[in-house]
């Protein structure tokens, strides 16, 4: 691993933030080289996890993709990342910033500098950073929460699509069109016009008995909530639990539709255009899920 130069004197109300630089413990007042990969070109790959009470929730899951992903974009992985190794890594970082019993960690992996298109080297630097959390538990937001298709651009039925890289326009873009209109949240669609995901999350439908979810071939994340939803709500019974193609026309017909992500757990939608949704299955979900942790 090739550490960039880096300054220690941030500091905001008092506190110093740290953050893990390749195994360091340092400033968040990081300074990188103007030739990083990651800003360059979007060279990297990153995991949104959430830790409660010094625990890393369904960390073998996170470990897993990370790997996948630097296996997917052709990065060496160091021998020392082990799942063990990452996890000291990340409680050596909430400890320091005393956040152990909450906390949403951004573990970012990019490739060293040097090349243009074609990297001349092909190791890796990692930056971890945590941010405390208000609450350890999933708490269910029954607040009016508005969604809307964005149309702007599409995601591509590919792998890429699936894992978590740094180049994230088309959430950015839709997250300003959401703002610009009123909405709390898009819902994403790919080539075919099918709805693929939300912007901050994979989303979920209960319609006729079933509940559905996009497959990841239809260009979705691969997301870890969206796994655990899926194992919980399979041993329910209380519904049939499918992964198929969701049409907008789809959407209008639900009874209920929400949206998954690890640090918020379950978001139900209320409105969609003129139809609204109730929430009693996520009320379930997020039961259940509290359970696990």
């Known amino acids: 691993m090739v550490p960039y130069p880096y300054i220690c004197h941030a ?12 195994g360091e413990i340092v400033s968040q007042d990081l ?21 409660v009470n010094n625990k890393i929730l369904f960390l073998e899951d996170h470990y897993f993709r990370l790997m996948a992903s630097m ?6 992985i160091p021998m020392n990342f082990t799942l063990e190794y990452l996890e000291e890594q990340i409680l050596l970082l909430v400890q320091a910033n005393n956040c152990e019993t909450s906390a949403r960690i951004r573990f970012s992996v990019y490739r060293n500098e040097g090349g243009f298109y074609l990297p001349s080297d092909n190791t890796i630097s990692f930056l971890i950073q945590s941010v405390s959390l208000p609450n350890p538990y999933y708490l269910l937001d029954e607040n009016p929460y508005e969604v809307e298709l964005y149309k702007d651009f599409y995601v591509s039925k590919q792998l890429l699509s699936t894992i978590k890289t740094t180049n994230k ?6 997250s300003i069109f959401a703002k610009e209109n009123g909405y709390d949240n898009c819902l994403i669609l790919n080539e075919t016009k099918n709805v693929v995901e939300a ?3 994979n989303i979920f439908m209960v319609l006729d008995g ?11 994340l691969n997301g870890i909530m ?25 959407l209008q017909k639900a009874e209920e539709l929400f949206i998954t992500n690890v640090i918020k757990g379950i978001q139900p939608i209320t ?4 139809k609204e949704f109730q929430n009693a299955f996520a009320k379930e979900l997020i039961a259940e899920l509290n359970a696990l942790i």
């Open 31 to 51: 300074q990188l080289s103007v030739n990083n990969r990651a800003f360059l070109f979007g060279d990297g790959v990153f995991e949104t996890m959430k830790v």
């Open 271 to 274: 409105k969609y255009r003129k």
């Open 71 to 76: 296996r997917i974009v052709r990065m060496e």
């Open 199 to 201: 912007l901050q999350g």
């Open 210 to 220: 079933k509940l559905i979810t996009p497959p990841v071939s239809e260009g979705c």
């Open 226 to 250: 969206r796994k655990q939803i899926l194992s919980i709500a399979k041993k329910s019974n209380k519904y049939v639990v499918v992964e198929e193609a969701i049409s907008p026309f789809d």
């Open 169 to 174: 326009m088309i959430h950015i873009t839709g």
């Open 11 to 22: 500091q905001k109300r008092g506190f110093l933030y740290m953050i893990n630089f390749n």
